[in-house]
């Protein structure tokens, strides 16, 4: 998979520490990172990636693999 480019970190976040792109008007790119009073991320988008269906109605082992 190729390297994203998102332009150059002007700063990292006070709280969470996570990098901040030229490309992103000084926000972060990636999401969620997950950590108490981050002010780049709401508190219901905070652990998102857990309601997110793997599978069907009917399931399979291998439907239920997070990475």
Do not use: Y
């Not at 332009?7 to 901040?20: A, Q, S, Y």
């Not at 950590?35 to 109605?57: D, W």
């Amino acid at each position: 998979m190729a390297k994203h480019n998102f332009g150059e970190v002007v700063g990292k976040c006070g709280v969470c520490t996570i990098n901040l792109w030229s490309s992103a008007d000084g926000d972060p790119v990636i999401w969620p990172c997950n950590v108490n009073g981050c002010p780049h991320e709401a508190k219901e988008e905070q652990h998102a990636h857990l309601n997110i269906r793997h599978g069907g109605e009917m399931s399979s082992g291998l439907g239920q693999i997070d990475f």
